[in-house]
């Protein structure tokens, strides 16, 4: 049966749909790491993207999505508005199942859906807003809130997080495009021409062509011995050991820590200069 299947080798129906389900299949069953809260995984978090999503979609569109939610569930006899919400959370359901965890890119169906659940569950409290100064207000305030998160994040849209992430967000998210996705390499370069710099240590995730990119010669770390002079290390290389196509232990670069970085390219390089005097000699 199954050679005659073959053999006859039938049209089948959206065969680009089969072959990204099948894709995916192969992907969740590969054991990929994950990187989640500074810790390095194997098949990951249940919650990952969970966890992705609040921290990577500004504070005041969660909130106004929280309030719609709660307007919603209340109007119970309207049972088509609660669709949206539905689906979201089939597809929420679906990741929690999910192990190849890189990249908040995977659910981005998810933001057009709260982005609709939001408007219809705001539209009933929006009604009569001149009888409602304190509902106005509040409206107000997260609308300005929203704009100037949308200002922030205009120079650099990939390494933006909301306030929930801290300082650091790499410490939270690094694999994937989600926060490093080698977007600030042009910006290294830049920084080491303004710098006069000859010749550099360079462990930064891309996959951009470096040879192309305007940068001077370069060295691929040895991990047998630390560099010294300039380094420029990104925060995926630092956090997960990822750069330039190869990987090497997570942690291989924790004894930069020691030093202050001279200068950052971008959100996500960090540029180091090590006094070759101040090196000591690996036992």
Known sequence: MLKKIVLDNPKLPAPELLDGVSRAWVLNNTGSPSYLFGTVKVGGWWYFYLCALAVKLPLPLLIAFAIGVVLLVRQRSDYARLLPLAALLGVLLITLHVSYQVGMRHVLVCLPLIAVITATGLRSWTENLSRRAA???VLLVV?????????????????????LAGKDPSKILSLGCDFDCGQDLYALAG???????????????????????????YDVPDLETKAHGWIAVSSRAF??????HQSVPPHSFDWLQNYSPAAEAGKTIKLYYIDPSAVRPEN
């Open 135 to 137: 509902t106005a207000l």
């Open 143 to 163: 609308i300005g809130w929203q704009a100037a998160e949308s200002a922030r994040a205009q120079h650099n849209f990939l390494a933006y997080f909301n306030e």
């Open 191 to 217: 920084e080491l021409r303004s710098r006069h710099v000859s010749r550099v240590t360079l462990a930064v995730w891309t996959s951009a062509d470096v040879d192309r990119s305007g940068l001077p010669p």
């Open 239 to 244: 956090r997960v050991g990822n750069f330039l």
